[in-house]
Every structure is written in C-alpha cells, then in structure tokens.
C-alpha cells in the first residue's frame, strides 16, 4: 500500500470528527481501538481498506461524506457536545443522525450563526486567529452609543492581557452598532464593551466568513456547495492548530 494513502490512526479518529487527537491516544493506549480486529500501537498508519473500531463498534470511514451546516442558535443553548453535563446542549437541541461538532462557539446569552460539522480536518484550519476570518455581529447595548465609545472599539481595547485587533465597528440606531471580528478571544465584544462602561443587551452572529445568517431562529440548513467551495480556498494553506474558542 502506497504511504500516501495512509494516516495516523490518531489523525484518522479526528479527522473523521470522532474525538480529538489527545482523546485518540488516550483510546489507543487503553487498547480501545481496533485496526481489522488487532490492536494498534501508537502512531500506526491505516489506509482506505482498513476497518476501525473503538470499544468494537465499527467507526465512519474517510470515504463516508462530511455533513457541513448552517445553524440559527436561539438565547440558552450552549456550544458544546457534553451531552451529559450540559441539558440544554446544541447537539440534542438539533438532533442530527450524525456525529457532529460546532466550529467554535457563541455564548448561552448569544444568538445567531454558527458552523456545525462532521468533518474534524477543517475545524481548527477555520478557528485559527491569523487567517483573518471575518465574524459579523449585531450588538444593543444599554445605552447610547456615541463616537467615543466606536473610536475605542474600532482602535483596540486591553482585555485578557491583550489589545483587541483594530475592527470594523458602526452604530446602526441609538442603542444598537455592528462590529466585524478577526480574532476569537474569550466574549470579546461582551469584554471589550464593560470595559468602556457598557453592557451587552442583545448580541447576534449574521456573518462567519463568507455564510450570512438567512434561516429563521432555532433552524438549520446544509451549506451550499459554492458556500463549503470559498472556505475550502480561503483556509487552504492554513495549518491545524487551536486557537482559544470565542
């Protein structure tokens, strides 16, 4: 078998969405996994023809194609696929078939889009904070916003021992502005405003990257094969390394 068509048993289980690299060795070294019916060391390669299982149950295969979906989050659902510790999850609230994880995150008080998949290669290419992925945002504030205040955000404020990046920021009615993003701190526009004396009364995603918001709240649709096409390009020459989730 050509080593070109092959994979690390680790890199395989995430690639496929299945769990994390670090949670792959850990399965690995429980002698959890199976490569036809024998017990992988660590860093063993497999190709298209080889059957894996974990704990015996028969996994998906790189061929088995990737589901890629656009999600309206409503207020009180949280980002995370602990099922068990968290009841009002994202992944019992959508109840797809398929094994599948949110691109990031959009806080409990947060609404609006975000990414899903099954597809665990392309996941940390789109979190990683150098390539500059736009994030779209409508935020209502409790008080009115004056220059001040968008020359603040737009130039960068000191939260999480950093400046925020210089961003796009515009007032759209008394109480209401949008601001684009291209870096994931920690509730950064929460932070950024209560740092200028301000508190975040509604905030909604409309924009990652090129997938506007365009379905009704709580509703999901498939991306669009042009929509998966331009992110494909855009984070093509990204490597796969982890950034800390928004």
Same mark, same amino acid.
């Given at each position: 078998?050509?080593?070109?068509?092959?994979?690390?048993?680790?890199?395989?289980?995430?690639?496929?969405?299945?769990?994390? &690299?670090?949670?792959?060795?850990?399965?690995?070294?429980?002698?959890?996994?199976?490569?036809?019916? *024998?017990?992988?060391?660590?860093?063993?390669?497999?190709? @298209?023809d080889d059957e894996v299982r974990v704990d015996g149950k028969l996994?998906?295969?790189?061929?088995?194609?990737? #589901?890629?979906?656009? +999600?309206?989050? @409503?207020?009180? !659902?949280?980002? *995370? *696929? $602990?099922?068990?510790? %968290?009841?009002?999850?994202?992944?019992?609230?959508?109840?797809?078939?398929?094994?599948?994880?949110?691109?990031?995150?959009?806080?409990?008080?947060?609404?609006?889009?975000?990414?899903?998949? =099954?597809?665990?290669? !392309?996941?940390?290419? !789109?979190?990683?904070?150098?390539?500059?992925?736009?994030?779209?945002?409508?935020? *209502?504030?409790?008080?009115?916003?004056?220059?001040? +205040?968008?020359?603040?955000?737009?130039?960068?404020?000191? !939260?999480? $021992?950093?400046?925020? &990046?210089?961003?796009?920021? %515009?007032?759209?009615?008394? +109480?209401? +502005?949008?601001?684009?993003?291209?870096?994931?701190?920690? &509730?950064?526009?929460?932070?950024?405003?209560?740092?200028?004396?301000?508190?975040?009364?509604?905030?909604?995603? #409309?924009?990652?990257?090129?997938?506007?918001?365009?379905? @009704?709240?709580?509703?999901?649709?498939?991306?669009?094969?042009?929509?998966?096409?331009?992110?494909?390009?855009? #984070?093509? =020459?990204?490597?796969?390394?982890?950034?800390? %989730?928004?």
């Open positions: 078998m050509s080593d070109t068509n092959t994979t690390r048993i680790n890199k395989y289980l995430s690639e496929i969405g299945y769990c994390s &690299r670090r949670a792959a060795d850990k399965l690995i070294l429980e002698n959890r996994v199976t490569i036809n019916d *024998t017990v992988p060391e660590m860093g063993t390669k497999i190709g @298209p996994v998906s295969t790189p061929e088995d194609k990737h #589901v890629y979906i656009a +999600f309206n989050k @409503p207020v009180g !659902i949280v980002c *995370t *696929t $602990d099922t068990k510790a %968290e009841k009002d999850n994202i992944i019992d609230y959508i109840k797809y078939p398929k094994r599948i994880f949110p691109i990031g995150r959009l806080d409990k008080p947060s609404e609006g889009l975000i990414l899903l998949t =099954s597809d665990g290669d !392309i996941v940390n290419k !789109i979190l990683r904070a150098r390539n500059n992925h736009e994030k779209e945002y409508l935020v *209502t504030v409790n008080k009115p916003v004056n220059a001040e +205040f968008l020359r603040k955000m737009r130039n960068g404020v000191p !939260i999480l $021992d950093t400046i925020t &990046r210089n961003c796009v920021v %515009e007032q759209t009615d008394k +109480f209401k +502005f949008r601001i684009i993003l291209t870096q994931g701190l920690n &509730r950064q526009i929460r932070r950024m405003c209560e740092y200028l004396d301000y508190k975040v009364i509604k905030l909604k995603r #409309v924009r990652i990257m090129n997938i506007r918001l365009d379905m @009704p709240i709580g509703k999901w649709r498939y991306l669009s094969p042009d929509e998966l096409a331009e992110i494909n390009q855009s #984070v093509s =020459s990204s490597a796969k390394t982890h950034l800390e %989730e928004e």
